[in-house]
């Protein structure tokens, strides 16, 4: 089992930029794929962006596509997403996710919510106009 604790989270302007990090508990995180998601007031959770064991793969939602970065790091057991050009739609609580996959060469992304395993609590992301 993994927890996940995201942090990074809070209010920026318009065309301003924020970093989330997600940490993970325990030794296997390099064989878990990982996912960020969204989910604004009164809407359903959506993907933003996912990063396969190793980090080779990467895809995101075009909504974020060319603003916002997802990276990991094995060693520290941490993803991180990295959003630039932040525009008041991007407000939502942020979710870091992880999906078992039990090796560290899967190149495979994913993307719809019921695919993840575990999920952390969420960090609010607020962008003011």
């Known amino acids: 089992q993994v927890q996940l604790v995201e942090s990074g989270g809070g209010l920026v302007q318009a065309g301003g930029s924020l970093s989330l990090s997600c940490a993970a508990s325990?030794?296997?995180?390099?064989?878990?794929?990982m996912g960020w998601f969204r989910q604004a007031p009164g809407l359903e959770r959506e993907f933003v962006a996912a990063?396969?064991?190793?980090?080779?793969?990467?895809t995101y939602a075009d909504s974020v596509k060319g603003r916002f970065t997802i990276s990991r790091d094995n060693a520290k057991n941490t993803v991180y997403l990295r959003m630039n050009s932040l525009k008041p739609e991007d407000t939502a609580v942020y979710y870091c996710a992880a999906k078992r996959r039990g090796t560290v060469y899967s190149p495979t992304v994913y993307i719809r919510v019921g695919e993840y395993d575990y999920w952390g609590q969420g960090t609010q992301v607020t962008v003011s106009s």
């Open positions: 990063i396969s064991t190793s980090g080779t793969s990467t």
């Open positions: 325990g030794r296997v995180f390099s064989t878990y794929a």
